[in-house]
Nanobody, 125 residues
Framework: QVQLVESGGGSVQAGGSLRLSCAAS??????MGWFRQAPGKEREGVAT???????SYADSVKGRFTISQDNAKNTLYLQMNSLKPEDTAMYYC?????????????????????WGQGTQVTVSS
């Protein structure tokens, strides 16, 4: 049973930074990802990292966000820099097996079988 618990969200001004964390348990050889969902919008993939450490990013966050994982701590991170008001959303971490980072970012979020409860990120202008 995979369990995911996000933390690190908050409110920040445009141009600021936040680091999200996702404590994971009960998994191995999973591809992990960060997703976000703004009010009235569909959930979208932000970044993924697979068990080999390869990463993939949505075009909207390339160069600003960095996904990483600490296998010793079973923790997934999302470092978010140069935040924009349009980054405001509920952020979720998720896990899926047997896919590469690029494959995972390309599928519908419903394909991910395991989700955390989410953490809110609010960026003010």
């Amino acid at each position: 049973q995979v369990q995911l618990v996000e933390s690190g969200g908050g409110s920040v001004q445009a141009g600021g930074s936040l680091r999200l964390s996702c404590a994971a348990s009960g998994y191995s050889r999973y591809c992990m990802g960060w997703f976000r969902q703004a009010p009235g919008k569909e959930r979208e993939g932000v970044a993924t990292i697979d068990s080999d450490g390869s990463t993939s990013y949505a075009d909207s966050v390339k160069g600003r966000f960095t996904i990483s994982q600490d296998n010793a701590k079973n923790t997934l991170y999302l470092q978010m820099n140069s935040l924009k008001p349009e980054d405001t959303a509920m952020y979720y971490c998720a896990a899926i097996r047997y896919l590469t980072a690029e494959q995972a970012l390309g599928i519908a979020p419903t394909g991910f079988g395991y989700w955390g409860q989410g953490t809110q990120v609010t960026v003010s202008s």
